[in-house]
Structure formats: C-alpha cells, structure tokens
C-alpha cells in the first residue's frame, strides 16, 4: 500500500485543518490506519488510529476532543480533522498503515509510512 498526505498548510491558532492521506491498493480497506506527527526537535509520536473498519479509534491526550480521524475504504482514503489547532500542533504530519485487520491501537505496529505534509500553526 502506497500512501500520499495533503491537506497541510498554515492557520492561525484556533483554526482548523483536514488532513487526507490517499491509499494506493486494494487492500486499504483490512489494515489500521494511523497519523502521526513530528515537531521541530522533536522525535515522532502518535496521534490518532482507526481500525480497519472504522469503528475503533484511539487518541493521543493531547490531541483528544480536538482531532477527529475517520476512513473512507470506499475511497481508499483516511482523514485526520483538526480543530483548535495550537500552536504546539505544528509539526509534519504522516500516515502509516498497521497491521492486517488491526483495531487501531497505538500499540499496534505502524510500519509502511507516505511522506509527510506540514502542518503550521501561528499564534
């Protein structure tokens, strides 16, 4: 499965954004999903995962009540919604893809990553 984000940009604090990530694939539709970010001098770290059939999602704290991920297998296609965006949201942000048939656990292994798309947020 072959991954491509968009949807990155810059907004002020308070704004929102949406993030797509377009699977290539049949597949797309058993495997977990997931996003994660890297900040400036910062190592990666989960966000959000939705299991394969979207019906299980699991959040970072800090991301809880503002970020919402969802999936389309229709459209081979997973979306990260981000309100209240902060400042400290800013980061790249990537998707990933999990295991065959996975639940959408943050402990779950991620291992085929798209490249990123940046995320700004100014306050």
């Known amino acids: 499965v072959q991954l491509q984000a968009s949807g990155g940009g810059s907004v002020q604090a308070g704004g929102s954004l949406r993030l797509s990530c377009a699977a290539s694939?049949?597949?797309?539709?058993?495997?977990?999903m997931a996003w994660f970010r890297q900040g400036p001098g910062r190592e990666r770290e989960f966000v959000a995962a939705?299991?394969?059939?979207?019906?299980?999602?699991d959040y970072e704290d800090v991301v809880k009540g503002r970020f919402t991920i969802s999936r389309d297998n229709a459209k081979n296609t997973v979306y990260l919604q981000m309100n209240s965006l902060k400042p400290e949201d800013t980061a790249v942000y990537y998707c990933?893809?999990?295991?065959?048939w996975g639940r959408g656990l943050r402990r779950e292994p991620y291992n085929n990553w798209g490249q990123g798309t940046l995320v700004t947020v100014s306050s």
């Open positions: 939705v299991g394969w059939s979207g019906d299980r999602t």
């Open positions: 694939g049949r597949a797309f539709s058993t495997y977990a």
């Open positions: 990933a893809t999990g295991p065959l």
